[in-house]
């Protein structure tokens, strides 16, 4: 049974699918886990279903865990561009985007986002990444920064999409513009199925609603100390994404609907995962 669940979250990570019957629905299709194994600061290799545990809503389930080495990446952009981002921070910026579409494979896609006061979003996912290039280069700062309302916006765009999204959301301010509620970014976080993190330089640090958001969907929040680090964050978040384990299984003893919990553990010692702490269940109850 799991081996033919494990084959169908496979053929959704790369064909498209309506949005309610992808991943982290109770359906029958089974719940797909981006789980990152490390030890210390590095990602462990070479692990199996047999090395993890997964509890949902606190019962043990039965786990495989999917190959997704040769799965297309979703590579979502959303990029501060509000007036302090200008001379040298916007030239940084630009070049630290370039850095993560040198670095994305011939499979992959990417879309661009960016925000100040307002948020625009410049380009839909898209193979083309010469596309992408010339919209980030042609980005202009001005304004202040709604740091939510691009989170937003960015893991909308990930939406009914096939492959494995990965959300960058990149900022050097405090929000000062957002019309959106942090429960109401947290909310759209655990009904989808990217992962974000959050690149984060001065104020930006100071962001606790942005690393709920980012820890909702198992990312998490990175920050750099000034703008010349920017280009070496985008590909470690690239690579580190890679790394992580894509765990599937089809709930058994949890009703189907509303949010359900998700406990996931390796059984080697000295080992630390960091996973999306729940899904929004489809059925009765959601």
Same mark, same amino acid.
């Given at each position: 049974m799991i081996g033919r669940v494990a084959a169908a979250i496979a053929a959704l990570l790369v064909s498209g699918v309506p949005?309610?019957?992808?991943?982290?629905?109770?359906r029958a299709l089974g719940v797909r886990v981006d789980a990152l194994v490390t030890d210390g600061r590095r990602p462990v290799p070479g692990l199996t279903a047999a090395d993890f545990e997964v509890r949902d809503n606190g019962v043990l389930q039965t786990v495989e865990v999917v190959d997704a080495g040769d799965v297309a990446v979703n590579a979502v952009l959303a990029l501060d561009t509000s007036a302090s981002t200008r001379g040298k921070r916007?030239?940084? @910026?630009?070049?630290?985007?370039? /850095?993560?579409?040198?670095?994305?494979?011939?499979?992959d896609?990417?879309? @661009?986002?960016?925000?100040?006061?307002?948020? !625009?979003?410049?380009?839909a996912l898209t193979s083309d990444l010469h596309a992408v290039r010339a919209q980030l280069r042609g980005i202009q700062p001005e304004g202040q920064t709604a740091i939510l309302d691009a989170a937003y916006t960015a893991l909308t765009m990930t939406l009914a999409q096939s492959g494995r999204s990965l959300v960058i959301v990149c900022t050097d301010g405090s929000?000062?513009?957002s019309w959106l509620q942090p429960g109401d970014v947290i909310?759209? /976080?655990k009904?989808?199925?990217?992962? @974000?993190?959050a690149v984060t330089a001065a104020d930006g640090r100071r962001s606790p609603a942005l690393a709920d958001v980012a820890a909702a969907t198992g990312g998490h929040v990175l920050p750099v100390k000034s703008s !010349?680090? @920017?280009a070496s964050a985008f590909r470690r978040i690239l690579d580190e994404f890679r790394s992580r384990y894509v765990i599937a299984y089809t709930p058994e003893g949890v009703r189907p609907g509303g949010f359900h919990t998700l406990d996931v553990r390796v059984k080697r010692r000295g080992l630390?995962?960091?996973a999306r702490p729940g899904y929004v269940g489809v059925g009765d109850g959601s």
């Open positions: 949005q309610e019957h992808r991943t982290f629905s109770s916007r030239q940084d @910026l630009v070049a630290a985007g370039e /850095a993560l579409l040198d670095d994305l494979h011939s499979i896609r990417a879309a @661009l986002t960016t925000f100040s006061h307002a948020v !625009a979003p410049r380009i929000d000062t513009s909310e759209a /976080a009904r989808s199925n990217a992962v @974000l993190y !010349a680090d @920017l630390t995962v960091k």
